[in-house]
């Protein structure tokens, strides 16, 4: 069973933040097999040159670099390991900023207040946590590990100091089973 | 020219991988300002090394001992390998897996010692665990360093930040110009020294366990800077990266799967074809024998629909595989199969060989240092024949971390000892002209179109049972490409923002240096040996235990060779050739 010939609309966010004064979405075929980053690279190939989107690992290594965040259907996704549907839209994953269409700025250290470190307490529910490593992935600066408790794997935030704190929330967003709380305590002052 | 921005700085670092991000931490150790510049986020894209499964190799635990993973890395590399460069690096690797567990890089640990298991290749047990059963180390790297890297006070990264040339003046190398990906705009970076850390060139084949990102950048600014490279012939394929299900595509955890659970391989016909290749150990072949009979079966049509070989556990007894899918139900690879809706215990996956490893790269001393003074090489793209004719599984990253710790020494020692040279700014003016061309371009090829075409040509004539005849064509045909398409290809994107076809058509001008130098190295040397096989020189000949150096004249390529030294083990020690 190949679904090699079959074309599947997808609608896809675009935007240029210095001509466009609003994002807008434009509707493409794509071939219905593979993941929504291989549709991106086939828009990339067939249809508009100019679209920008972020690969790392481009699934070669199971989705371990975190680089493809968008948002599919308007949950948050790497783009190399949802798979493509018909009718599926696809936008930029709203916190970070975007460089152009679906490509972000991950570079918030330049933006970040230096001044005001946000002490932040991140708790994790056992109960709902499952171990994916999904908050491994995708956050920025690298706070959280998987580790065995209990006979049970789940996700630890091991590295709180770096944690950007208000600015983020990619680990809580992108939980698919919420089990992640952030919770700023108080502004420090450093 | 456009505006550009101009950055300066004690060491200049050129990747984000494992090599690199040691070396700035080295670097950074020794009182020198570090710039860090990597294709992606460092920490996120434009490394591979983040999606390395297991194997690190370290003489720990008694009787092992440095000497004999000496012996081992010269056993496998058939006695091709730089053998200073192989002491002087391996002897390192007890101390680095010291500094990773520091580092926050989780390995298995009992009784203050650190268990280990044997590879293929091996004398004694020497490859690192990680804590939990059935989880890549990759994840574990990807967390330490670029973590690490961040608490470095004198480290500044600069993430997608493309290096497009090296800046010279006389011999030495006095910086970079790199394209800052996110606004387009160059930056002309003056350095006292540079290390390169680019990684390998596994993008120039069409299937490949690495990042897209992974296109031998390093390779192609080291040469055209005037560098001497070596061993460019060698590249190494991974048996048993998965064609399908397509959600787990490209995905290199299969290879375990074949020695974990002594999975077997079948061809489209249903025959354990491995019979025929290698009728003693068969499914268990090294992954030179099984990469290069999957690429066979493909070859004369007995391939599976994906184009490769089928890997099956149905052999086994349910409830023995029931009880390991137990063991690892949440490692990624698993949960992707159940997603995908297939079932081990009954259906096979399909694997084939991908491009996984290059040995070749630029020359270096002892202490990473290149002919050109002030460039430094660390990692796949510092290649001086380290590795031989080909790696012992599981040396590539010891090799990476201990190669990192002295390029960022002595870089940052070298710091100490000049004046921050001046840059010319016509030469920086002039590589920035030329990139900027395809962007000016009106009409032409598009960069995608054209790295197919070099990928098609690699995977035809540089995989396995490489002929004569074929490589020679394979060169005219190079040739005539970058005669006539190089000097076409454009961004059909005008943006200077995010352009991704801009920076696609900088890479394919590193390809074709890569590919030109591949081919007529493979070419040169008229004998088989290790990853090299020539399907018209079937034999090792110890007439060629020499390694082939490359280096630019002009715009021509001049290859020599250089005998091995056996400083170390003659080979007659070893066994009999």
């Known amino acids: 069973m190949t679904k090699d010939d079959i074309m599947v609309p997808i609608k896809v966010f675009r935007f240029d933040p210095e001509v466009d004064e609003e994002p807008r979405f434009e509707t493409y075929l794509v071939p219905h097999e593979g993941s929504v980053l291989d549709a991106l690279r086939y828009i990339y190939e067939n249809y508009d040159s100019s679209m920008a989107y972020r690969y790392g690992c481009s699934g070669a290594g199971h989705q371990r670099c975190g680089a493809c965040p968008v948002l599919v259907n308007g949950r948050p996704a790497f783009s190399c390991k949802k798979m493509v549907e018909g009718g599926m839209t696809i936008e930029a994953h709203p916190k970070f900023e975007v460089i152009r269409d679906l490509s972000l700025d991950f570079d918030r250290e330049r933006k970040r207040d230096k001044k005001i470190i946000p002490d932040v307490k991140i708790t994790i529910d056992p109960e709902k946590c499952d171990g994916c490593r999904d908050c491994v992935f995708i956050c920025p600066l690298k706070v959280f590990e998987v580790r065995k408790n209990g006979g049970k794997v789940i996700s630890v935030p091991v590295d709180i100091e770096s944690c950007c704190g208000l600015t983020c929330e990619q680990c809580s967003i992108f939980c698919k089973n919420s089990a992640i709380k952030i919770e700023v305590m108080m502004e420090r002052k450093t | 020219m456009s505006e550009s921005h101009h950055l300066e700085t004690d060491v200049f670092v050129i990747g984000g991988g494992i090599a690199g991000i ?16 990597n294709k992606g986020y460092v920490g996120q894209d434009g490394a591979v090394v983040w999606m390395a499964g297991g194997g690190y190799l370290a003489a720990l635990n008694p009787p092992d001992s440095v000497e004999q993973h000496i012996k081992d890395t010269i056993k496998a590399g058939r006695y091709l390998n730089n053998q200073n460069l192989v002491q002087a690096f391996l002897s390192l690797a007890p101390e680095s897996v010291h500094d990773l567990d520091r580092w926050g890089v989780r390995w298995k640990k009992e009784g203050g010692k650190y268990p280990q298991i044997r590879m293929p290749g091996e004398t004694h047990p020497r490859s690192m665990l990680h804590s939990k059963t059935g989880e890549h180390l990759g994840g574990e790297y990807r967390k330490a360093l670029p973590r690490r890297i961040r608490r470095e006070k004198n480290v500044t990264l600069l993430n997608d930040m493309f290096v497009i040339d090296l800046l010279r003046k006389g011999e030495a190398v006095v910086g970079a110009v790199g394209l800052d990906i996110k606004d387009g705009q160059f930056r002309i970076i003056g350095a006292k020294s540079t290390i390169l850390a680019t990684g390998g060139f596994m993008d120039c084949f069409e299937f490949t366990t690495a990042n897209p990102t992974a296109t031998g950048d390093g390779h192609g600014i080291a040469s055209r800077a005037g560098a001497r490279m070596i061993d460019m012939e060698f590249i190494q394929f991974f048996p048993a990266a998965a064609l399908w299900p397509t959600n787990v595509y490209r995905d290199a955890y299969p290879y375990g799967l074949v020695y974990e659970l002594y999975g077997i ?30 690429a066979r079966e493909v070859r004369e049509g007995r391939g599976s629909p994906h184009g490769g070989a089928y890997l099956s556990f149905r052999h086994l007894p349910r409830n023995l595989l029931d009880a390991y899918l137990r063991e690892c139900w949440d490692v990624p690879f698993f949960r992707s199969l159940r997603e995908a809706g297939v079932d081990i215990r009954e259906d096979a996956i399909e694997i084939g060989p991908a491009a996984h490893y290059v040995q070749g790269g630029c020359w270096v001393n002892e202490l990473c240092g290149t002919n050109l003074p002030g460039l430094y090489a660390a990692g796949e793209v510092g290649s001086g024949g380290k590795d031989g004719a080909d790696r012992l599984a599981g040396n590539a990253l010891p090799f990476c971390i201990a190669m990192g710790y002295v390029a960022g020494r002595e870089a940052a020692r070298r710091t100490k000892t000049i004046t921050m040279p001046r840059i010319d700014e016509t030469q920086a003016e002039a590589i920035c002209n030329e990139a900027l061309a395809p962007l000016e371009r009106k009409e032409g090829i598009r960069p995608t179109e054209l790295k197919k075409r070099i990928r098609r040509l690699m995977s035809r004539c540089m995989m396995f049972e490489r002929k004569g005849e074929d490589l020679e064509k394979g060169i005219k045909e190079l040739e005539n490409m970058r005669k006539e398409m190089l000097p076409r290809v454009w961004s059909s994107a005008k943006t200077r923002k995010f352009n991704l076809e801009w920076m696609e058509a900088l890479e394919v001008r590193n390809m074709f240096d890569i590919a030109e130098m591949a081919m007529r190295s493979a070419l040169m040397r008229t004998e088989s040996r290790g990853l090299h096989e020539r399907a018209d020189f079937p034999d090792e000949d110890h007439l060629w235990l020499k390694h082939i150096i490359i280096s630019k004249k002009g715009n021509e390529l001049e290859l020599t060779t250089e005998p091995v030294v056996f400083s170390l083990l003659k080979p007659s020690e070893l066994s009999k050739i």
């Open chain 2, 22 to 37: 040691r070396a700035a931490i080295e670097a950074s150790r020794q009182d020198t300002r570090v710039l860090l510049a």
């Open chain 2, 265 to 294: 391989l079948y061809n489209r016909l249903g025959e354990r074809f491995m019979e025929r290749y290698s009728p003693v150990e068969k499914d268990f072949a090294t992954r030179q024998a099984q990469s290069r009979a999957i």
